[in-house]
């Protein structure tokens, strides 16, 4: 039976994401750590599931081969600045725990000598979006449901795609990000080019949407890259009409990237009897099944993905401990506090709201049927066949049953079916095999044998596990094997209380104290070859005998040739004597 995906491959998230088939190596870590999983499986390489994914970035951060690479868009910021536009740098508050080397100063200027021709903190915007949740706060909620932040595009993901009916519960607000954008449009010029990082993936393609303003996406870790290739920066001269740090923030902004910093500013001990603060994806699916289900209806929920919030981003490019990133926020933050900031008409005077849109995830679910089909064919005929290990990343057996019927997995993903097929098959080489194969241990201790070895020598008693190697026969080349670690191949060895003549290949395995032998019965070889000699050897000795009697006929021959030929050369001297004499008379 073939088991086919139901869903397209597309999505809104094309290419945000994108795994490198020749460095993803049969690991299915990406399987194990996604949420939700939307990686599929083909041909053991993985790939992200564009519809399913809420571009938490956590294959990214998994992936040991690094297959996983994020949409890069410094090559558009860099095209920016060579065509001279005014390129505008709107940095995530969280940047003060993920660039703890510079000061907000030093930073602006070391990318203003990049050409870069300011920055702008993204707090100024958060400020604003801030204001929006306590006016909702302060003034009560007119509406029967509960509200949901919309900040984290990975929580709208989440809400869009597997909590649909959760949708409408998302505060209709933009996030600071978009909002940064249009004040700096507003204020600056709509040629100005925003540039925003963050420690953010999923920001890449909210960034890339139609409605949006934000020209290009960077996370801190592309960043840090690009300031660390291009070391010759300090260097250049700041560009010509750099305004390095644009002004505006009094600081509450600089909270958002922190569990609860939406409304940490202003929220009230009465207030937060009515508000739950999660963050981690897991506790956000676990608060939105409570909400589906109505087992609690809070005021509102203040959602972040990441563990920690933003400062746990997949590509803050730090290592540092989360309290110490939460501790540096809100020192920054604090530092702020207090400060008055007006801002201009026209960065105020911005559209702050948005709807959200319902996208089930339209997956087909097998039949109980179906999925048994699937676990017989994994060696899963009952609960207790199940064994649930996780090793292929999902939760249970039935589940992966489900992904391969969907065509997110496949079958040889299931590491103890693939393991004992293994077994099975070497098993079965062994068993079956005409060479005796005998495993002994360092005391010369059978520890493993298989039938053709009581085929050989089972004859005159009983072999068994634990005996000693030297009951069978004499075993100084296992002895020497074991202790020198000399592999012996291809000796011929004949046991004549066996009757049988062996050739052998003895292989020491020091890893596990083991020595494996080989022995392979070469008696009817070795008899034929031996008759083979006997006859090459009486047929010698019978061309000898001949060739010795073909030598004395010769030499008889010689001889009687001798006697002629002398005979006749003195008959025909006597002969010229006598026709010579005869003339001279």
Known sequence: MTYLWKECWGGNNINTIITHKVNCRDCFRCVRSCPIKAIGINKGHARVIEERCILCGRCVRECPQQAKQVDNQLKKMSLAIESGKRVILSLAPSYIAAFPEYTLADLAERVARAGVSAVAETAQAAEKISEVYRTYLQNGNTSTHTMISSCC??????????????????????????AHAKMIKNQYGHDSFVVFAGPCIAKIAEGSALDSQVDAVITFEQLKDWLQQAPDIVDKPVT?????????TSGSGRYFPITGGILLPFLTQAACEDVITVDGIENCLEVFEGLSSQEFTPKFVEAMACSGGCVGGPAMGTCQLMQT??????????????????YPAAASKIELSRCFEAKPINAILPSEDEVKDILKQTGKFTVKDEKNCGACGYDSCRAKAVAIFQGLAEFDMCVPYMRSKAESFANIIVEHSLNAIIAVNEKMVIKEFNPAVKRMFGAAKEIYK??????LFECSDFIVAAKFGHKI????VEYALYGIITEQMIIPVPEHGLVIAIITDVTAHEQRSRELQQMKLETVEKATEIINKQMHVAQEIAGLLGETTAETKSALLELIMLIKGKGEV
């Open 153 to 178: 595009p990975v929580v709208v993901n989440i809400v869009e795609r597997y909590y649909p009916q959760l949708v409408n519960n998302l505060a209709t607000v933009i996030s600071p990000m978009l």
């Open 489 to 492: 191949v291809g000796k011929r």
């Open 325 to 342: 990133k939460r501790n540096k926020v809100i020192a920054y933050a604090k530092n702020a506090l207090g400060d008055k900031y007006q």
């Open 240 to 248: 010509a009409g750099s305004t390095l740090l644009l002004p505006g």
């Open 466 to 471: 634990g005996m000693s190697l030297t009951e």
